[in-house]
């Protein structure tokens, strides 16, 4: 049951990364916005939202596998309301749209999978899983942000 908790709990981590994204858009502005934007601060944005919501369930899961299956399904939750939005945006599932799919959901599962292992080494200690753990999760995410960014 709290695997499916988890999964929730990515979604309303992805509706509030969603809010400060979308608040972001309207404050920042200049000629490399949308570089800043995608590669730097939406990965910070959403990491963070996903660390706090992993880092706030490493007690109640007690096992290791347990708890990493709990991050994954944070992140699944999380990709599939990114997925979702987008979505919104394509009316017919196309070769694109489903091989980005496949990717959006790669990166947030590895970036939850990567805070999980921050936060399941370092727990009790919220520094030194955010440096590990969230550090780690926002260079994925960026560097897969930028590696799109580029090729667009």
Wanted: proline share 2%; glycine share 10%; charged share 10%.
């Amino acid at each position: 049951m709290k695997i499916v908790e988890s999964f929730f709990w990515g979604v309303l981590a992805a509706l509030g990364s969603l809010i400060l994204e979308v608040a972001a858009v309207e404050i920042v502005s200049g000629e490399e916005k949308n570089f800043f934007l995608y590669v730097f601060l939406f990965p910070l944005i959403e990491e963070t939202f996903k660390f706090f919501f992993i880092f706030r369930q490493a007690a109640s899961f007690s096992g290791g596998f347990l708890f990493f299956a709990g991050a994954f399904a944070l992140g699944a939750g999380f990709a599939a309301t990114e997925i979702f939005f987008i979505r919104l945006d394509y009316f017919a599932p196309d070769a694109n749209f489903l091989r980005g799919s496949a990717s959006i959901l790669s990166v947030h599962l590895l970036a939850a999978l990567a805070i999980g292992y921050g936060v399941k080494t370092f727990y009790p200690s919220l520094a030194k899983a955010l440096f590990f753990g969230g550090l780690a999760a926002i260079l994925i995410h960026g560097a897969y942000n930028a590696f799109i960014f580029f090729q667009n």
